[in-house]
């Protein structure tokens, strides 16, 4: 008689697979693709972040132009003349990124002192100087009343 060999016992569902085995393998290549799809969820995520954060780094480079604009408006013709004549933004901010007064103030000075023709004319009023600022004079007091007509006759 021939003898049969044994079947194989089943393993453990626990129990390490041998390396040549087959069903080790795919849970080696389900392991790599649920890792390279963790690494792809979070490579996405950094680039949404990385886009969150610069729109609102623009946003914010936006309002800190028009503020340091609303400061010069009253003094400068056109108040982005400030940050066009050379001055740079990042020299008119405080450390924690906020507009310093103090140095938009200065800029401001220098920039007018280097160049008068920016600052902001004010315009003269109209009329007759003898009349004061542009009042025009009453009719009342340049015609003469009746009585004064029959006095000088």
Same mark, same amino acid.
């Given at each position: 008689?021939?003898?049969?060999?044994?079947?194989?016992?089943?393993?453990?569902?626990?129990?390490?697979?041998?390396?040549?085995?087959?069903?080790?393998?795919?849970?080696?290549?389900?392991?790599?693709?649920?890792?390279?799809?963790?690494?792809?969820?979070?490579?996405?995520?950094?680039?949404?972040?990385?886009?969150?954060? !610069?729109? %609102? /780094?623009?946003? =914010?480079?936006?309002?800190?132009?028009?503020?340091?604009?609303?400061? +010069?408006? #009253?003094? $400068?013709?056109?108040?982005? !003349?400030? %940050? /066009?004549?050379? =001055?740079?933004?990042?020299?008119?901010?405080?450390?924690?990124?906020? +507009?310093? #007064?103090? $140095?938009?103030?200065?800029?401001?000075?220098?920039?007018?002192?280097?160049?008068?023709?920016?600052?902001?004319?004010?315009?003269?009023?109209?009329?007759?100087?003898?009349?004061?600022?542009?009042?025009?004079?009453?009719?009342?007091?340049?015609?003469?009343?009746?009585?004064?007509?029959?006095?000088?006759?």
């Amino acid at each position: 008689m021939t003898a049969t060999p044994a079947p194989e016992p089943a393993p453990e569902p626990d129990a390490p697979q041998p390396p040549g085995d087959p069903a080790s393998t795919d849970d080696e290549h389900t392991d790599d693709e649920s890792a390279n799809s963790e690494a792809a969820k979070y490579r996405r995520r950094l680039r949404e972040t990385e886009t969150a954060r !610069d729109t %609102l /780094a623009s946003r =914010v480079e936006r309002l800190q132009h028009a503020e340091v604009a609303r400061q +010069v408006a #009253d003094r $400068l013709a056109q108040p982005a !003349d400030l %940050l /066009a004549f050379g =001055v740079k933004l990042e020299d008119l901010l405080t450390e924690d990124g906020d +507009v310093d #007064d103090g $140095l938009v103030e200065t800029a401001l000075f220098g920039l007018l002192d280097a160049r008068p023709g920016l600052a902001k004319v004010t315009p003269r009023p109209i009329g007759p100087s003898s009349t004061g600022a542009g009042v025009r004079p009453s009719r009342a007091a340049a015609t003469p009343s009746w009585s004064d007509v029959l006095r000088r006759s």
